[in-house]
């Protein structure tokens, strides 16, 4: 079965389009298709970041700090409450405390 060019409809063609500069949608299929690479995942906005050159060591050692600060911190608000409060806040105080503990555990190098 042959098919000549009579037998295909006229279609019209716009022969205009030059660059894909200024398409979007002929960027984002490039893009698409050559670059995969360019959609990456967003990456998250913190509030808080940690700077990249920080050591693991230096991590924890300011982890430990911010600890005992939160300790501190529960610790005196535990104070002026009664009953349940009091309890749930020096419970805050323990676990924390407890938190600490393992980071200064890991800070010594695991020994006992």
């Keep these: 079965m042959n098919i000549t060019s009579n037998d295909l409809p006229d279609l019209q063609m716009d022969t205009t389009f030059k660059s894909p500069q200024g398409c979007a949608a002929a960027q ?6 050559l670059k995969p690479a360019v959609s990456e995942q967003e990456v998250e906005e913190r509030f808080f ?8 060591e230096e991590s924890l050692v300011h982890a430990s700090d911010l600890l005992r600060c939160a300790a ?16 749930l806040a020096f419970s805050v105080v323990h676990m924390v405390d407890m938190a600490r503990a393992m980071v200064d555990h890991s800070l010594d190098g695991g020994v006992r």
Excluded at 28 to 33: G, H, N, S
Excluded at 49 to 56: P, T
């Design 49 to 56: 970041g940690v700077n990249s050159n920080l050591s693991g």
């Design 28 to 33: 984002r299929a490039l893009d698409y298709y």
């Design 72 to 87: 501190a911190t529960a610790f005196k608000a535990a104070d002026g409450l009664q009953g349940v409060s009091r309890d």
